[in-house]
């Protein structure tokens, strides 16, 4: 091959590599949370980054418009996706008869919360609800009723989770000793990214317990 040739060959390659690597990024390829420290101004312990006493809060029965200049201040995630912009990484529905804590509106379709904590947080009240008093008790069931196939691709989710928490389908789920790995894999599945740390949504899940809201 001559150099002239190899040099345009080189350049090709180059070019899919780029592509290839620019694609990945955009499907959300998994990489794994760093360990002990959230990163990116989120300690475990929340410290600098609580938003309750430097913005307005807004009723939990009013629709917020201008949302992303609320949580932008504090959630430096927010360019994710729409999840975690609403600081709601799980993308759960806004409800006028639920009073989450931290919850301050609505963009039309899912909850606002003030804070990221408080978004994780509720994703691992949610997944309570489900175990313990409607006893959906494997990862099939959780999704079918987390995201049902009228909306989403569920067959698909479902084997996305298994592979993503190590655990089988139809696995009988213990809680709450599988509650981190399945909010871990809820975030990615819902924002195509998981950047927290384990300990950050730990912390997270630990706050006010006892409370379904």
Same mark, same amino acid.
């Given at each position: ?55 307005? !809060? #807004? =009723? ?5 418009? %201008?949302?992303?200049?609320?949580? $932008?201040?504090?959630? /430096? ?79 698909? !989710? #479902? =084997? ?5 928490? %190590?655990?089988?389908?139809?696995? $009988?789920?213990?809680? /709450? ?37």
């Amino acid at each position: 091959m001559s150099n002239g040739a190899m040099a345009v060959f080189a350049g090709v390659a180059a070019w899919f590599l780029l592509k290839s690597q620019n694609a990945a990024a955009a499907i959300g390829v998994y990489r794994p949370a760093p360990t002990g420290t959230a990163g990116d101004g989120l300690p475990a312990d929340f410290s600098g980054v609580e938003s309750s006493g430097s913005i307005q !809060l #807004i =009723s939990n029965n009013t629709q917020v418009g %201008g949302a992303d200049d609320i949580v $932008q201040k504090t959630n /430096p995630y927010a360019a994710i996706s729409r999840g975690f912009r609403n600081n709601n990484p799980g993308n759960i529905d806004w409800n006028a008869s639920n009073d989450w804590l931290g919850q301050i509106g609505s963009d039309g379709r899912f909850v606002i919360f003030s804070d990221l904590k408080y978004g994780v947080r509720a994703m691992g009240r949610l997944l309570d609800t489900y175990y313990y008093r409607y006893g959906l008790k494997t990862i099939a069931a959780i999704i079918e009723k987390y995201s049902p196939p009228h909306e989403n691709e569920t067959a698909r !989710l #479902i =084997s996305d989770m298994s592979r993503r928490t %190590g655990i089988m389908p139809t696995q $009988q789920l213990v809680f /709450p000793r599988d509650k981190l790995k399945l909010v871990d894999a809820f975030i990615f599945a819902e924002n195509g990214a998981q950047p927290l740390s384990g300990a950050y949504i730990t912390a997270a899940l630990n706050l006010e317990p006892g409370s379904y809201a």
